[in-house]
């Protein structure tokens, strides 16, 4: 059984069909891209995997689980972490402090992402009088995080680790995403989502960011990505799931993918649309072919 | 019944000229301008010195008012909101409401506080329409309402300026690029809303023959509900909600007595915020996202003491009482601890939580009539009722805000200064058990084991014990995990609701400790007052503590308390500084939201 399905996912925003019925499966252990055109609906499918808004038909299921409809801190506490498109990290925050939130979900015993309501009440209660005594065994747990998190930042050299308690804004715009990585991982996650780790990054910054995913995925990370850069996704990706329009057009390994028609029409137009789409197909082939 | 519409129909119309003036500033400044009632309160002053002093007719006096009110709206302008444009819709909101206690406190000063008769200078006609009968003066506000309404209208939809006013309500980034001259506008509209904010008040005070310098501070509620009603920045649609609230008061009035009239105004107000938060005209669709991370007061982080420091000055307080005999200054300093208290509840909310609350007020009242009732009524010992008033209180404080803790920035600011209105309100009208406007007297003082406190130094130990017991738990709070995930609910929602952090459930969080210190310092007031009335704890005082937190810096446990004290204490030691108190707080307010507005012990770095 996979670990993450979406199974026929319907979103409309008003008039438009965002998406139309997708559907695919992620492995334990495997790294999905989901590429296409912009408006395809990546990152909208990525919202409703987040939980970040729902689906209107269709189920996404995460370990045998039905996961659509949860609200986006329950999916969270499910193993879900994810990154945004436009880099948000907290920004007067430190680095440690940032990253440590993303292990918010893991405080056993601390914290609480969401019981019943009645049990609700008795768990604020408590957390509150835990983080003002602040006993020895959540003082240990804390310290224990912020090796931890010393661990994860040392993934990017001595990009952040210098930086640790610089506050967020402070940091130039790749180590904010990298920053942003960090508290994903922080999570422990079940799967990682990534929305274009790369995007605004240089060609020096996204082959350190690509080393960083195989090293991920040596490690046995479930990632599921969104990237336009094509090189990275032939790089990195075990599988590649081609979005246009709403739809699934192709998907499959990188090298069939890469050759498939239904891609280069998506992104550049109807093969009758003579010199445009040869002139275009003649630009995006050297990417494709990289 | 025709008598009571006609009446509403009248209110209607009044509430409308603050209604139209309130939505045209949001359209194009993007804040809901608190000082909007102050500039009609100053409007019908205008017109009574032109009346009663001068003896003028009526129409050069209406001109009079169009104008003072006009230039008192450009002033306003040019002071409390340019300076901030750029700043975000919280800090213009803080700074209207700075200017709105600047020119309220100044009238008091000028004026005197008491009421002023205002003679109606018309011809007193009646026409009799079936049952009812409707004066000259009815139909002038009539025929005023309509006539405004009218050219408002010819202004904004058939006039190249008004064009302008609309294309920079929709974009103001857009209408500068597009040559707009978007201060002039911006001129344009507070001039204009404040001749009608003056206009409107010169006609409540001809309807009612009388004035008060606190006048403005219902007609800003009155306008801002009406203004929701009809969805903000929307005109047409703040006639409309003018003349639904104008309708349901007079009908509320004539059914459940007119002490009700502000508190279904008041529950009108939230009800609107809560489930159509864009307006009856709008469909129900999500809020428009405001940005809230960094909005609220600029960065900054607490500057670094010795460690020493706090520890040395908390016994440094304590001994204070075996080397200072005047009772006075003991007193005056015990006050300031506990307000000290609030600042630190307050800032758990808006400096770390960073949302923004105007009912501080509320949780205070709460705390000291749960104290008043349970030791008067129920016989329950000071050092029983010392713990269970605030937990009651903050129960009763959490239940409250909680349907409101979805809305963000000013929306929510103003759903909180509708619930400390609510709650005062509620005080008021119930009197079987708050005593109602009599307030309850008698409360007894302090006591533990039987020994009662009635030494000032006593009093000051107490309080001091109670603030330092707050500040040591909300400091540690503020350094635990919690903290960490209160700040970043105010950095990004939607990031900190992706990494496990319900929302809802922190805000409470938040909202609940809070509520607690403060009804924790509502309880200490109560009894060393031994007297509360529903006005002992205002909006005034929510603005007080706010102007605390934002003096010693956001997210500074002691900087509130710094804040505090020097509130407290700086008026009392100044001897000609108190009847200006409440105007110091205002310059306070604006002068550092402009100069250092990350606070006195925040550094910007």
């Not at chain 2, 006639?239 to 009908?251: C, D, M, N, R, S």
């Not at chain 2, 619930?419 to 079987?432: C, F």
């Not at chain 2, 509520?515 to 200490?524: K, M």
Request: aromatic content about 8%; overall charge positive.
């Amino acid at each position: 059984m996979s670990l993450l399905s979406v199974r026929g996912v319907h979103k409309h925003f008003g008039g438009l069909h965002a998406l139309k019925g997708v559907s695919f499966e992620l492995d334990e252990g495997e790294t999905v891209a989901l590429i296409g055109p912009n408006g395809a609906g990546k990152t909208t499918l990525f919202n409703l995997i987040s939980c970040e808004d729902r689906p209107d038909d269709g189920e996404i299921v995460l370990d045998g689980q039905r996961i659509d409809g949860l609200p986006a801190h329950l999916a969270a506490a499910r193993g879900l972490a994810r990154t945004f498109q436009n880099g948000r990290v907290f920004g007067n925050l430190t680095v440690l402090e940032n990253v440590l939130l993303g292990a918010h979900t893991r405080l056993e015993g601390l914290t609480d992402p969401g019981s019943r309501p009645g049990e609700g009440v008795w768990t604020a209660l408590r957390e509150i009088a835990w983080s003002i005594i602040q006993p020895r065994r959540f003082r240990r747990m804390e310290a224990g995080l912020t090796e931890e998190v010393r661990d994860i930042l040392s993934f990017f050299g001595d990009r952040l680790l210098p930086r640790l308690h610089q506050p967020a804004y402070s940091l130039s715009y790749a180590n904010r995403r990298r920053t942003e990585l960090a508290r994903a991982l922080a999570l422990r996650p079940r799967v990682l989502l990534l929305d274009e780790p790369t995007a605004g990054m240089n060609p020096t910054e996204t082959d350190e960011m690509s080393e960083v995913i195989l090293q991920l995925q040596r490690r046995g990370q479930s990632m599921l990505l969104i990237e336009h850069k094509l090189e990275l996704v032939m790089a990195v990706a075990h599988r590649v799931v081609a979005l246009d329009a709403g739809e699934v057009i192709v998907s499959g390994t990188p090298e069939t993918v890469r050759s498939d028609p239904r891609l280069i029409e998506a992104y550049v137009g109807k093969k009758q649309d003579g010199a445009a789409a040869a002139s275009a197909g003649a630009v995006l082939e050297p990417s494709l072919q990289a | 019944m025709f008598d009571q519409l006609i009446n509403g129909l009248v209110i209607g119309n009044l509430y409308m000229l603050t209604a139209i003036g309130i939505t045209q500033i949001y359209g194009v400044a993007g804040v809901v301008n608190f000082a909007h009632g102050s500039v009609y309160m100053i409007g019908a002053y205008i017109g009574w010195m032109a009346i009663t002093w001068l003896h003028w007719p009526l129409v050069p006096v209406i001109l009079l008012v169009l104008a003072g009110s006009a230039l008192l709206g450009l002033a306003l302008e040019r002071l409390a909101v340019r300076p901030f444009a750029r700043a975000g819709s919280t800090i213009l909101l803080l700074t209207t409401i700075a200017a709105g206690l600047i020119i309220d406190n100044a009238a008091q000063v000028i004026w005197g506080p008491q009421t002023q008769a205002l003679p109606n200078p018309l011809p007193q006609w009646h026409i009799r329409l079936g049952a009812g009968t409707v004066s000259l003066l009815d139909l002038f506000i009539l025929a005023c309402g309509v006539g405004t309404a009218l050219l408002l209208h010819l202004f904004l939809y058939r006039s190249r300026a008004g064009w302008a006013v609309r294309a920079t309500a929709q974009d103001r980034d857009a209408a500068l690029q597009m040559g707009i001259d978007v201060n002039r506008v911006s001129r344009y509209s507070f001039a204009l809303s404040g001749a009608f904010a003056g206009l409107s008040g010169l006609l409540v005070g001809l309807y009612f023959s009388n004035i008060y310098p606190t006048m403005g501070a219902t007609a800003t509620l009155k306008g801002t509900t009406a203004a929701l009603l009809g969805g903000l920045g929307n005109v047409p649609g703040a006639i409309l909600g003018a003349y639904v609230l104008g309708i349901a008061e007079t009908f509320s009035v004539e059914w459940l007595g007119s002490s009700y009239r502000n508190l279904v105004a008041v529950l009108l107000l939230i009800a609107v915020l809560l489930f159509r938060p864009n307006g009856l005209l709008s469909g129900r669709r999500a809020l428009n996202p405001e940005p809230t991370a960094g909005t609220f007061i600029p960065h900054g982080r607490p500057l670094r003491f010795p460690r020493w420091l706090i520890p040395a000055s908390a016994v440094l307080a304590a001994a204070l009482p075996l080397f200072v005999a005047n009772p006075y200054a003991l007193q005056v300093l015990a006050i300031g601890w506990v307000f000290a208290l609030m600042a630190v509840s307050l800032n758990l909310i808006s400096g770390t939580t960073g949302q923004i609350s105007l009912g501080h007020a509320g949780f205070v009242m709460l705390g000291a009539y749960a104290t008043a009732i349970l030791t008067s009524r129920l016989g329950l010992p000071f050092a029983v009722s010392l713990l269970v008033s605030p937990a009651v209180a903050a129960v009763i404080g959490v239940l409250l805000c909680y349907p409101a803790l979805r809305l963000r920035g000013q929306y929510l600011a103003i759903a909180t200064l509708g619930l400390g209105e609510a709650i005062s309100l509620t005080a008021l009208n119930w009197d079987s058990v708050t005593q109602g406007p009599l307030g309850i007297s008698g409360i007894q003082p302090a006591a533990f084991f039987g020994y009662e406190i009635w030494s000032a130094a006593g009093v000051y130990w107490l309080d001091l014990a109670a603030l330092l017991a707050g500040v040591w738990a909300v400091y540690r709070l503020s350094r635990s995990h919690l903290g960490r995930a209160l700040r970043a609910v105010r950095e990004d929602e939607v990031a900190a609701r992706a990494f496990g952090i319900g929302l809802a459930r922190h805000k409470s969080i938040a909202f609940g400790v809070s509520a607690f210190f403060a009804a924790a310092a509502g309880v200490l007031l109560a009894h060393s007052y031994s007297y509360i009335a529903p006005d002992t704890f205002t909006f005034a005082l929510s603005i007080q503590v706010l102007t605390m937190i934002i003096l010693g810096g956001r997210d500074n446990v002691f900087g509130a308390v710094v804040g505090a004290v020097v509130l407290i204490v700086l008026p009392e030691t100044i001897r000609f500084l108190g009847e200006y108190r409440y105007i110091l707080y205002g310059l306070l307010l604006i002068g550092m939201l402009r100069f250092r507005p990350y606070g006195l012990l925040n550094s910007n770095t």
